[in-house]
Nanobody, 131 residues
Framework: QVQLVESGGGLVQAGDSLRLSCAVS???????????MGWFRQAPGKEREFVAT????????YYADSAKGRFTISGDNALNKVYLQMNNLKPEDTAVYYC?????????????????????WGQGTQVTVSS
């Protein structure tokens, strides 16, 4: 089965940068089974929210308003890894960040903003930003 493992989280100060990584296993045994990857985050006591998504084919990207201009999602098909480069981090970015994979095929990136369209999830990695 598809398994996702996040890494790269940590404690940083406001304005610093972090790059999160998501290692995807199992997907290559069924090529094109997963069509898109996503990053979500969840702070204590809050709902899980969408951050960014990318398609394996074509590299189409879509970002939440909170991530635009600061975060960049990218993928490496050869290594089966997805990254989230986070620049100019703010205290409000503090959360557990989750990587997810979707087996659904949609026409646009906006369709991948909901948690329900993702079938596989990683364990999460903690990102803490101090002021």
């Amino acid at each position: 089965q598809v398994q996702l493992v996040e890494s790269g989280g940590g404690l940083v100060q406001a304005g610093d940068s972090l790059r999160l990584s998501c290692a995807v296993s199992g997907r290559t045994f069924s090529p094109y089974f997963t069509y898109a990857m996503g990053w979500f985050r969840q702070a204590p006591g809050k709902e899980r929210e969408f951050v960014a998504t990318i398609r394996w084919s074509g590299g189409t990207r879509y970002y939440a308003d909170s991530a635009k201009g600061r975060f960049t999602i990218s993928g490496d098909n050869a290594l089966n890894k997805v990254y989230l480069q986070m620049n100019n981090l703010k205290p409000e970015d503090t959360a557990v960040y989750y990587c997810a994979a979707s087996t659904s095929q949609y026409s646009g990136g906006y369709d991948y903003t909901g948690s329900h369209v993702y079938d596989y999830w990683g364990q999460g990695t903690q990102v803490t930003v101090s002021s």
